[in-house]
């Protein structure tokens, strides 16, 4: 893969979000008994987002380029979605109108200040992730925690590429299949904000290359957020971890997305967390980077 085609992703993204809305759903009469197409017609689209029929045609066939906000939000209530997928709608079109747009290298580091924050939180499992899903900071537990996506030495290590591509993710994410739907999701939504990222299409790539699962996820052009929610980790040491995850946005470092796992007190999950501590101070192997790239 030496790009991710916008065009493509438009097309592809729009035409799958209309294949999944029946006319029942729409509240558009169903004519006929054999329709040929799977959800809602080209024209039907076009005549809820309040379009020609040429103009949507125009759009689905890749381009969104001069669509006002009014016509995309139109759309985007047409097609019933959510904010993950109008947040990739809006992407998808300002990237659009411009195609060699240049794009700041996604930061493989952080300030020393946000690695100071990540130490000081001794009881919670921490750590800094990029568009791309690569790992560029951690606190020591943090480090504990994801030794197994640690494992190989490949830096930066990334856990989407350890969740394709690694046997050991299948035993490490307790619901394999979940994590591994969210995973391409997101890329998604981080490629329809940075198509011309080399690192992100270098990763894409590879994935697609080497996963069947991975093909079939990416080609389904679903998109997520991954803000919160629980995450059931079975770590090799200390057993399953129940944990509760937040994921925040580092305002000061555009495109770092900061997450912390924790579990309620008198938890078993929260006992395996001091366990898992104990086990990180007893070992000496622990690696203490998680990056050697210099920030971009």
């Known amino acids: 893969m030496s790009n991710i085609d916008l065009s493509a992703q438009i097309r592809d993204f729009l035409s799958t ?24 017609r080209r024209e039907e689209v076009a ?8 103009y949507y045609v125009r759009m689905e066939r890749g381009s969104l380029a001069g669509a006002s906000e009014g016509v995309l939000s139109s759309l985007a209530d047409a097609l019933r979605l ?12 300002r990237e659009s109108g411009h195609h060699t747009s ?10 020393p200040a946000v690695q ?17 899903h690569d790992i560029v900071a951690m606190n020591s537990l943090a480090r504990a925690l994801y030794s197994p996506v640690l494992a ?29 739907n969210d995973a391409a999701a997101m890329l998604r939504l981080e490629a329809g904000k940075n198509p011309h990222d080399k690192a992100l299409i270098e990763l894409v790539g590879e994935l697609s290359t080497r996963s069947e699962l991975f093909r079939q996820r990416w080609a389904s052009h679903d998109v997520k957020f991954h803000r919160s929610g629980q995450k059931r980790l079975r770590h090799p040491e200390v057993g399953q971890l129940d944990l509760d995850f937040e ?50």
């Open 17 to 40: 979000r209309r294949a999944r809305i029946t006319p029942g759903q729409a509240g558009l009469p169903a004519y006929g008994g054999n329709r040929r197409v799977k959800g809602l």
């Open 47 to 54: 005549m809820l987002a309040g379009v020609s029929v040429d």
């Open 82 to 93: 959510d904010e993950a997928e109008r947040t990739h709608l809006y992407a998808l079109a």
């Open 102 to 111: 240049p794009r700041k290298r996604a930061a493989s580091s952080v300030k």
């Open 116 to 132: 100071h924050v990540l130490d000081a939180m001794t009881d919670a499992p921490a750590w800094v992730r990029n568009g791309r």
């Open 152 to 180: 190989d030495g490949r830096r930066p290590a990334n856990t989407t590429r350890f969740l394709y591509l690694d046997p050991a993710a299948r035993d490490f994410f307790v619901d394999y299949d979940r994590i591994a």
């Open 247 to 296: 994921g925040m946005e580092l305002t000061s470092s555009p495109g770092l997305q900061l997450n912390v796992y924790s579990a309620p007190p008198g938890t078993p999950t929260a006992d395996g967390l001091k366990l898992l501590a104990s086990w990180a101070a007893s070992q000496d192997q622990l690696p203490t980077e998680v990056d050697a790239t210099p920030a971009g």
